[in-house]
């Protein structure tokens, strides 16, 4: 299962290695460095083939492709796939992952030159524009995400730095008036603090940039996908149906019904419950012992594998875990339906707001959280396969504590 990923997001063999993964992967703060650092220098001068594959990209995505590249022990162990699916089509970015030994991360980057001869008129000059110097201040920005920074405040310290950085956002005219190359990345910038920061108002500058965009004739399909969900995700559901409807070259997803008998009243966390087709939102009282599961990444999946293959905790979680998705437009409908579909003893409900899980002021994944009277018995984040015993453990010794295995009430 796959959800949204913005631009900053960092993939690789750190999710492989099944350490936790963000729901907004953000790389470390050293990708805002000016040059790559000397370990991937290093990396590069041993890997030729990998350096020539970098001539593929533009100057000003090379460079940013560098600064999120991450090297261990002489091993790449994550990449920033933004630079790729802005633009190499699926065939070269395969190709090019292939230079790096991560081919087998292709089918994570969702390429926005996904149309037969359809790419995109970007004019890509021997230096980078003064506009593009902004969008690299904007990526930093987006590439530091310290750990005692909640993601609402991270939110809304990338919204500041667009607003900062590209005032002219605030003009239709004033959009127009920039070059292919410049316009294609202030749609990137706006649509990564639409998707950080779902907003209204942030969704509006980013619908405001789209038309400018798709004006011009540089929309692709996965540009409209970008605009549908993070309408989506500001749960601004009528103007999403309203963009489909108005964009049906775009081969866009159906919005589901979405039925709230909760409304502004919720004084409780809230979620949303499959019934058919439609989604229907729910309250959940947190006093009750239960466990929690963030989850949607692969990690999360190979946990629900090997949770539903243990004799006790299978069981255990069939009748108390709540297995929970990212909120619309972060995660998408239907890989949570197909997740359903997929794991039935393991039911995936979504999140309605992020505000009101207090529980979670890092959206990592998978975390487990196990209550009782409203108070955690145990939490702990990722699913390392070399762990994976002794994370067990850790769940069936919490899940006693709770009183949530047969014949172990009140221990």
């Known amino acids: 299962m796959q959800g949204r990923t913005l631009s900053a997001a960092v993939v690789g063999l750190m999710l492989a290695l099944g350490h936790p993964c963000s729901a907004r992967e953000t790389a470390s703060s050293s990708a805002s460095l000016s040059t790559p650092r000397p370990e991937v220098t290093q990396w590069l ?69 996904n149309q037969p001869g359809a790419l995109r008129r970007i004019a890509r000059g021997s230096q980078p524009s003064e506009l593009e110097g902004r969008f690299d201040a904007f990526v930093a920005a987006v590439s530091e995400h310290p750990r005692g920074e909640s993601d609402s405040a991270f939110g809304e310290r990338v919204g500041a730095a667009f607003d900062r950085l590209f005032p002219e956002a605030r003009s239709g005219e004033m959009l127009a008036a920039f070059d292919d190359h410049d316009l294609w990345l202030v749609f990137r910038a706006a649509d990564d603090a639409a998707g950080i920061g779902p907003t209204e108002a942030r969704t509006n500058v980013l619908e405001r940039v789209f038309a400018v965009l798709h004006a011009h004739g540089l929309a692709m399909d996965q540009d409209h996908v970008d605009v549908q969900q993070r309408l989506v995700a500001a749960r601004l559901y009528a103007r999403a149906r309203a963009f489909t ?119 990592l994944m998978p975390t487990f959280i196990v209550l009782r009277d409203g108070h955690e018995i145990e939490r702990f984040s990722g699913w390392p396969p070399e762990e994976a015993s002794e994370r067990k453990a850790r769940l069936i010794a919490a899940l006693r504590r709770a009183g949530l295995l047969e014949g172990n009430a009140g221990r």
Not at 71 to 92: K, T, Y
């Open 45 to 113: 001068r041993l890997h030729p083939e990998a350096a020539a594959a970098l001539e593929r990209l533009s100057q000003g995505a090379r460079q940013r492709f560098l600064r999120g590249l991450m090297v261990r022990d002489g091993a790449v162990v994550g990449f920033d796939p933004s630079e790729l699916s802005a633009e190499l089509d699926a065939q070269d970015s395969q190709a090019f992952l292939a230079s790096f030994g991560l081919q087998e991360y292709a089918g994570m980057i969702h390429s926005h030159h």
């Open 245 to 363: 409807v108005a964009h049906p070259e775009a081969g866009l997803a159906t919005i589901p019904k979405v039925l709230d008998d909760v409304g502004s009243t919720a004084s409780i966390p809230t979620l949303l419950r499959q019934e058919g087709t439609a989604w229907r939102r729910e309250g959940i009282d947190l006093r009750k012992p239960q466990v929690l599961v963030l989850s949607g990444c692969h990690n999360a999946e190979v946990a629900a594998r090997d949770i539903a293959a243990d004799p006790i905790l299978g069981p255990a979680f069939a009748r108390h875990a709540r297995w929970l998705a990212l909120p619309p437009g972060e995660e998408d409908f239907e890989q949570v339906a197909e997740w359903n579909r997929s794991h039935a003893p393991q039911r995936m409900e979504m999140v309605y707001d992020r505000a009101e899980w207090t529980l979670f002021d890092r959206w």
